[in-house]
C-alpha cells in the first residue's frame, strides 16, 4: 500500500487511475448510506417540530446541503479544470466534466426544495431572495459549462475551453452573488429570505452537515463513476481500455 | 420522536405535499443519475466487447 | 470583398508602439465595419425595436413603463451587445487573418484589445448615443436619461470585454450564436445589475454614485483579465 504514496503520479494516467477507481466506488456509496441514513434520522426523528414553520422547515435538510455540494462542486470542478488546462493532463480533465452534471443537479435540487419550502412559508413558488437567485445563476453557468463541452467534437478542444469558461465563472462567483445580494437588499428590504430558518437549534446543523456529508460521498462515487465512462469513451483506441472490460 | 402514528409522519403537520415533494424528487434524482451513469457505462462497454470481437475475428 | 491586410507582423511593434499596434488593429476593423454598415445598423435597429416591443406587451400606462425603463432599456441593451459578440473574430477567423493574429510577435493580447476596442466603438457606442431618445419612450426625465447613458457609457465596454471571452471560446463551434448567449448572459449579470440600478437609484433619488463607481470598477477588472482569458481562448480555438 504504501507504494501508492511514493508512485502518486502513476495514477495520473487513465490507464491506472481506471481499475483504482473502480475498487473505490463501493467504499464512497457505503459512506453515502451511511451518513444519508443518519442525516435522515436526525431531519425526521431527533429534530423537534418548529414553533413557527411547522414541520415544513423539514426541507431544510435537503435545500442547505443541497446548495453547499452545488457551489463546492462548482470549485472542485474549476480546480481540476485548472489544473487540467495548466499541466495539461487529460485525467484532470475528465474528471472536471465528470463533476459537472452532478452539481448542476445538486443546483436544481436546491432551487426545486427551495421553491417547495418557499410556497407554504410565504405564498410563492419562487421568491427573488439573493441565495435562489445566485443559485439559479450557478444552475446557469454549470449547463454553460456542459453545452460548451458537449458543442466541440474535439475532446482536447473542449477541455481547454471548458476550463477557461469554469475558472472565468469561478472568479465570476462571488462578484454575481455579491451584486445580487446588493439588488435584493436594494428592493426588497429585509421582508422576505430564506435565510430567516428557524434559529438554528443544534440538532439541526448536525442534521445538515450529516447530510452533506452523505451528497459529498455520493458526488464522490458518481463522480467516479462517470469520470470510468468518460475514460473509456475518449481512450477506446488504446489498447487497455478494449481489454478492461470483460 | 414526536410522530404518535405513520398517518402523522406522513402528513408532516399538513405540509406533506411539500416535505414528500422535496425529499421524493431528491431520492429519484440520487437513483437516476447513478442508474443513467450504469446505462452509459454498459453501452460504452457493448460497444468495445463488440471491435474487439471484430479485430479478433479479422486476425 | 478587399479585405485590409492585417497589420505588418514583425516591423510594427518596433515601428508603431504598443498604442500604434494597437489603433492599426483598430482602424482595420473600423475600415471592415464601415464596408458592412447594414451589419452594425442592425444591431442598433434590434435595440430600438426590443425596446418598443415591451410597452406593447405590457400596456401604454406611463406610471408603469417609468418603473420599468431602466430594466428594459439595460436588457435590450445586453441583447444587442450579445448578438453582435459573433462578427468579433468569426470574419478573420474564417479568411485566416486570425492565424496571423496569434502567430504575430505583438502580444496577442494587445491586438484583442484592438479588435475590442472598435467592436464597442461600432456597436456599443451607438447604443449609448440612441439610449436618450428610447428613455423619452419611457417618460425618464432629463438627469435619468443623463445616468443612463452615463451607465451604458461604462457599461458596454464592459460587456464588449466580457462577451470577447464568449466568443473566443465558441469560436466556429456548431450552435456557436445561442451557445454564446448561454454563456456569456450569467457573465453580464453583474453589469445588469449596477448599469440598470444606477438608474433607478438616480430616478428613487438616492444617487448613481455608488452603482456607477461599482460599475466602473468592474470594467477595471474586465481590462485586466478579459484580454487574458480571450487570448487563451483564441490559441485553444487556433490550436
Excluded at chain 1, 458518481?222 to 473509456?232: G, N
Excluded at chain 2, 425529499?23 to 457505462?41: N, S
Excluded at chain 3, 468579433?88 to 479588435?115: C, H, N, R
Amino acid at each position: 500500500m504504501s507504494n501508492k504514496i511514493i508512485h502518486w503520479f502513476k495514477y495520473g494516467s487513465p490507464q491506472s487511475f481506471y481499475p483504482l477507481a473502480g475498487k473505490m466506488i463501493p467504499w464512497f456509496w457505503a459512506l453515502a448510506a451511511i451518513f444519508g441514513v443518519a442525516g435522515l434520522w436526525i431531519g425526521f426523528f431527533v429534530a423537534p417540530t418548529d414553533a413557527t414553520q411547522g414541520d415544513a422547515y423539514r426541507i431544510i435538510f435537503i435545500h442547505v446541503p443541497a446548495s453547499w455540494m452545488s457551489m463546492f462542486l462548482y470549485i472542485v470542478m474549476a480546480c481540476w479544470a485548472g489544473i487540467g488546462l495548466s499541466l495539461n493532463t487529460r485525467l484532470s480533465s475528465m474528471m472536471a466534466s465528470a463533476i459537472a452534471p452532478t452539481g448542476a443537479m445538486f443546483a436544481f435540487l436546491s432551487l426545486w426544495t427551495g421553491a417547495l419550502w418557499g410556497k407554504p412559508m410565504w405564498g410563492t413558488w419562487w421568491v427573488w431572495d439573493a441565495r435562489l437567485t445566485s443559485e439559479l445563476i450557478l444552475l446557469f453557468l454549470y449547463l454553460g459549462f456542459m453545452a460548451l463541452q458537449a458543442a466541440i467534437d474535439e475532446p482536447r478542444r473542449a477541455d481547454k475551453a471548458g476550463a477557461i469558461l469554469a475558472l472565468v465563472g469561478v472568479v465570476n462567483v462571488p462578484i454575481i452573488y455579491f451584486s445580487v445580494k446588493w439588488w435584493n437588499t436594494l428592493h426588497q428590504g429585509a421582508s422576505i429570505s430564506m435565510s430567516k430558518a428557524p434559529t438554528m437549534a443544534v440538532t439541526m446543523l448536525w442534521g445538515m452537515l450529516i447530510m452533506a456529508l452523505a451528497f459529498w460521498m455520493y458526488s464522490i462515487a458518481v463522480a467516479l463513476q462517470r469520470a470510468r465512462a468518460i475514460m473509456l469513451e475518449r481512450e477506446r483506441h488504446t489498447d487497455w481500455v478494449k481489454y478492461a472490460v470483460e | 420522536m414526536q410522530w404518535n402514528s405513520i398517518g402523522e409522519f406522513f402528513a408532516m403537520g399538513g405540509y406533506g405535499l411539500y416535505v414528500w415533494g422535496s425529499f421524493g424528487v431528491t431520492a429519484l434524482a440520487l437513483l437516476i443519475e447513478p442508474l443513467l451513469l450504469r446505462k452509459r457505462q454498459s453501452d460504452v462497454a457493448t460497444s468495445l466487447r463488440r471491435e474487439r470481437n471484430a479485430d479478433e475475428r479479422q486476425k | 470583398m478587399k479585405r485590409a491586410a492585417a497589420p505588418n507582423p514583425s516591423g510594427a511593434l518596433a515601428e508603431l508602439g504598443t498604442l500604434g499596434v494597437l489603433l492599426a488593429v483598430s482602424r482595420r476593423d473600423l475600415l471592415l465595419a464601415l464596408r458592412r454598415k447594414s451589419e452594425v445598423m442592425t444591431v442598433l435597429f434590434f435595440f430600438v425595436i426590443v425596446v418598443s416591443l415591451f410597452p406593447l406587451g405590457i400596456g401604454p400606462e406611463m406610471a408603469l413603463l417609468r418603473i420599468i425603463a431602466p430594466g428594459v432599456l439595460w436588457v435590450a441593451a445586453l441583447l444587442a451587445a450579445m448578438l453582435s459578440l459573433n462578427r468579433l473574430f468569426a470574419a478573420d477567423y474564417a479568411d485566416g487573418t486570425l492565424e496571423q493574429m496569434v502567430l504575430s510577435p505583438a502580444p496577442l493580447g494587445l491586438l484583442v484589445i484592438g479588435k475590442i476596442l472598435a467592436h464597442w466603438l461600432v456597436t456599443g457606442l451607438p447604443l449609448v448615443l440612441i439610449a436618450p431618445l428610447l428613455g423619452l419612450q419611457y417618460d425618464l426625465d432629463g438627469r435619468a436619461l443623463g445616468v443612463l447613458m452615463l451607465s451604458l457609457l461604462i457599461g458596454t465596454p464592459l460587456l464588449s470585454l466580457i462577451g470577447a471571452i464568449g466568443a473566443a471560446l465558441t469560436l466556429g463551434v456548431r450552435g456557436g450564436g445561442v451557445l454564446l448567449s448561454l454563456l456569456t448572459l450569467p457573465l453580464y449579470i453583474p453589469a445588469l445589475i449596477f448599469g440598470a440600478g444606477a438608474v433607478e437609484a438616480d430616478i428613487s433619488g438616492l444617487g448613481a454614485t455608488g452603482h456607477l463607481s461599482l460599475l466602473a470598477a468592474l470594467l477595471a477588472l474586465a481590462c485586466f483579465f478579459a484580454p487574458w482569458a480571450t487570448t487563451a481562448g483564441l490559441r485553444i480555438a487556433l490550436e
